[in-house]
């Protein structure tokens, strides 16, 4: 009898197959979770945002996310190669998103408050009445505007943006090359930059330096550095990033708002910003907010191209990411800190 028990418990060659079959499919699907996000990992600290994958990195956060869910599968399958390969991806991809979700210290700024907002208009067509109540609604002092056409202009002004923003740099045109600066305060050295481009084609930028009462002059400009959408794109948007104006830590105070193109997971941004300009959302733990998507329809995480970039100089209070119908961007809002003189 004892036999007989013992014989029945025995493994059979279909169980024992069976479970090989369970251990395989295991591991395969393991791996298959695993190997994109380390690779991700492995691209983005090499700094390879090249041709297709300029735009797979704007996506790097979400991928950050997919890493943890990953990890957590190959634990609980005890599939600890898998698990290991995970746990690194896991920490490179979060060490370089995480920290946008966490407010730093600013600099002990005794000077006025400024606050400045950045929207791009999509061709002119975001509904300028709601723009015009935002600038009312926050007390905005400095409006840097991207698509800017003749159209919005004149809408803009019609709805009384020119009495609560008097002084302008304003270049607007038909379609997407357009650009504006609005200030509560009078401007000088004023000027509309051009970006080299696809062929010579790109957009334009406005620019002056605002007098702000009580603090040193400072130098705005309403950055849009061309988009890569095509890959044919790529090396103009490189190009356009590259030649941005840098920060001047030993001379005037500079501030850069606008639609950069480009996230906090893309080269050229990060080397912009070690010129010596603070990210406002990652100063203030509001870098992970989208500003743009999605777009024309299609399903596309919302990513964040948006941004005011200021002079580490100034401290940075508060971010806020708004709403502009009828556009594809979300304005975004910093209250800022100068320095006195």
């Not at 009898?1 to 395969?28: E, H, K, N």
């Not at 990890?71 to 746990?87: D, E, H, I, S």
Request: hydrophobic share 45%; with cysteine.
């Amino acid at each position: 009898m004892l036999f007989a028990v013992i014989v029945d418990a025995a493994p059979t060659p279909t169980s024992t197959s069976t479970r090989r079959r369970a251990t395989t499919i295991g591991s395969a699907l393991c791996w298959a979770a695993v190997v994109p996000t380390a690779t991700w990992a492995a691209l983005r600290l090499a700094g390879l945002d090249r041709g297709p994958l300029v735009q797979a990195f704007a996506f790097t956060p979400y991928v950050a996310g997919w890493s943890i869910i990953a990890l957590a599968l190959a634990a609980a399958l005890r599939r600890w190669w898998p698990a290991a390969v995970a746990a690194l991806a896991a920490v490179a991809l979060l060490v370089a998103v995480a920290p946008r979700a966490l407010a730093s210290s600013q600099p002990a700024t005794t000077g006025p408050t400024i606050r400045v907002l950045t929207a791009n208009l999509l061709a002119g067509s975001a509904d300028a009445a709601t723009l015009v109540e935002l600038v009312r609604r926050h007390q905005v002092d400095v409006l840097a505007v991207q698509e800017f056409t003749p159209d919005a202009q004149a809408a803009l002004d019609r709805l009384g943006l020119d009495r609560l923003l008097p002084h302008r740099q304003l270049n607007p045109q038909i379609g997407t090359p357009g650009s504006g600066l609005y200030s509560r305060w009078p401007l000088s050295d004023v000027g509309i930059r051009h970006n080299q481009g696809q062929g010579g084609w790109g957009f334009s930028q406005a620019y002056g330096t605002v007098a702000v009462p009580g603090a040193p002059p400072v130098r705005v400009e309403s950055a849009h550095p061309s988009a890569p959408s095509a890959l044919d794109q790529v090396v103009a948007w490189r190009a356009d990033l590259t030649t941005q104006p840098p920060a001047t830590p030993d001379g005037g105070l500079r501030i850069l708002a606008g639609d950069f193109n480009a996230t906090l997971d893309h080269g050229p941004l990060r080397a912009l910003l070690r010129t010596g300009y603070v990210d406002a959302a990652d100063a203030t733990g509001s870098g992970l907010t989208g500003t743009w998507g999605p777009y024309d329809g299609d399903l596309i995480p919302p990513v964040t191209i948006d941004h005011v970039l200021v002079d580490r100089r100034i401290a940075v209070r508060s971010l806020k990411v708004l709403h502009l119908p009828n556009s594809d961007h979300r304005p975004v809002l910093a209250t800022l800190r100068l320095p006195t003189p």
